[in-house]
């Protein structure tokens, strides 16, 4: 596609309750990337994947959140048993690789109620 | 412990002003920087990246510079626009990962 594609673009969703948010990066781009912002704050690291690894998990906040990546390419973040500090928006983005700009997608605005 | 401090947090300026944007990191151990833009509810988009062993990068009114050693970068903007309204932030990823670390960014207001 033409651009890092994210999916719902809104959910609410009631606290407890598990969510799964979808990226499409761009086409041939190997780097993919999960980032949380939070009202207020800045952009908080979750995930990298490299194709279908993850090398470097170190943001996800917790056991509740884990994501995967298929075939090099649709990436999906899952959080289970949502909480509303989890209320965000959840940003994907992709890359040809480390000397790459980053595109982003316009990101999912999770609310737990 | 990569931390990138962005100055002003926001500024104001009539339009047609020239103005610069601040960003400073902590590592100098880095193989590039980029800039984005985000407008509001929007995702970021990118603007420039400097590898590390540029000085300067340019795109239209847009000019940013790095110089590594000393841990800074500015954007300088050119004949500022309602338009270039936004926050803008800079990136730096750690030396050895693929990372990025956001600065909190600077709101830009251009009058009419």
């Known amino acids: 596609g033409a651009g890092v594609s994210q999916s719902p673009s809104n959910k609410v969703t009631e606290k407890g309750k598990d969510v799964e948010l979808r990226c499409d990066p761009i086409s041939g781009h190997t780097a993919l990337y999960w980032y949380r912002q939070s009202l207020g704050q800045g952009l908080e690291f979750l995930i990298y994947?490299?194709?279908?690894?993850?090398?470097?998990k170190s943001g996800l906040p917790s056991d509740r959140f884990s994501a995967e990546r298929t075939g090099g390419s649709v990436s999906t973040l899952t959080i289970q048993r949502t909480q509303q500090e989890d209320s965000a928006v959840y940003l994907c983005a992709s890359s040809r690789g480390r000397n790459s700009p980053l595109h982003f997608g316009n990101g999912t605005r999770l609310t737990v109620t | 412990k990569q931390e990138v401090t962005q100055i002003p947090a926001a500024l104001s300026v009539p339009e047609g002003e020239n103005l610069v944007l601040n960003c400073s990191f902590t590592d100098s151990a880095i193989y590039n920087l980029q800039w984005f833009r985000q407008d509001p509810g929007k995702g970021l988009t990118s603007l420039l990246l400097i590898q590390s062993s540029q000085r300067e990068q340019t795109s239209g009114r847009l000019n940013a510079s790095l110089d590594k050693s000393s841990g800074r970068s500015t954007l300088y903007i050119a004949a500022s626009q309602p338009g270039d309204s936004a926050t803008y932030l800079c990136a730096v990823p750690m030396e050895y990962g693929n990372k990025l670390v956001f600065g909190a960014g600077t709101i830009l207001r251009v009058k009419s």
């Open positions: 994947f490299q194709g279908n690894s993850a090398p470097d």
